[in-house]
């Protein structure tokens, strides 16, 4: 069955500093991947995805991640956080029937 | 404005009191979903919809039902609420086979 792992629950980082999101799945056939993005109280926007072609992915709001087929891993980044990213994010991958999956979250804090 | 409409955004209701949450969507979309929310678990398939007429159980489908006789439709009805379905609750739709999911606001039911 498929199943989605996010490492970090809790993320807590200084303004400026840089950030990194685990992401792992598992499912043995081809795979569509997000990151999705939740501010309080607010619901889930897309923050990027990947189909397929180029595995690094650029998202809005200077997000980035990288599929790495070998490593099942989908791992969100950003270079220099600020404080109105203080969100949950989560990964979700589909797999068969557009069935998407999701990881439990992680919630980041951002302080300034 | 493309968008999905849940209704209500709140709702508090007693043990065993028949409701029914509504979702809209405007995008002519064939797949819809809905997902609950709850801490340290993400979100979880309840229902999805492949197109009118069509329905099948997500993860967790107990005390839930679902109809989808129009496109644009796909109400979520309880039964007989009982206080471990108080959750957040998404509905979402996508293009049929492509995996980006646009979501609700989210409907905040709370059963005593």
């Known amino acids: 069955a498929q199943s989605v792992s996010q490492h970090n629950h809790h993320v807590i980082l200084s303004e400026a500093a840089s950030l990194e999101l685990g992401c792992n799945y598992s499912?043995?056939?081809?795979?569509?991947l997000f990151w999705y993005v939740q501010y309080p109280g607010q619901h889930l926007q897309l923050l990027l995805k990947?189909?397929?072609?180029?595995?690094l992915v650029k998202g809005i709001k200077g997000f980035e991640a990288e599929f790495i087929k070998s490593k099942f891993s989908f791992n969100l980044r950003k270079p220099s956080v600020q404080w109105s990213d203080t969100a949950e994010y989560f990964c979700a991958v589909t797999g068969g029937y557009n069935k998407l999956i999701f990881g439990a979250g992680t919630r980041l804090a951002v302080h300034p | 404005e493309a968008q999905v409409t849940q209704n209500p955004r709140y709702l508090i209701t007693v043990t065993g009191k028949k409701l029914t949450v509504t979702c809209s969507q405007n995008m002519n979309h064939e797949y819809m979903s809905w997902y609950r929310q709850d801490p340290g678990l993400g979100l979880r398939q309840i229902y999805y919809s492949m197109n009118v007429e069509v329905t099948d159980k997500g993860d967790v489908p107990e005390g839930y039902k679902v109809s989808r006789k129009e496109k644009r439709n796909f109400p979520l009805i309880l039964e007989s609420p009982s206080p471990n379905q108080t959750s957040l609750y998404f509905c979402?739709?996508?293009?049929?086979?492509?995996?980006?999911?646009?979501f609700g606001s989210g409907t905040r039911l709370t059963v005593v």
């Open positions: 979402a739709s996508s293009p049929q086979g492509v995996g980006g999911y646009t």
């Open positions: 499912y043995g056939g081809t795979v569509n």
């Open positions: 990947y189909f397929s072609g180029d595995p």
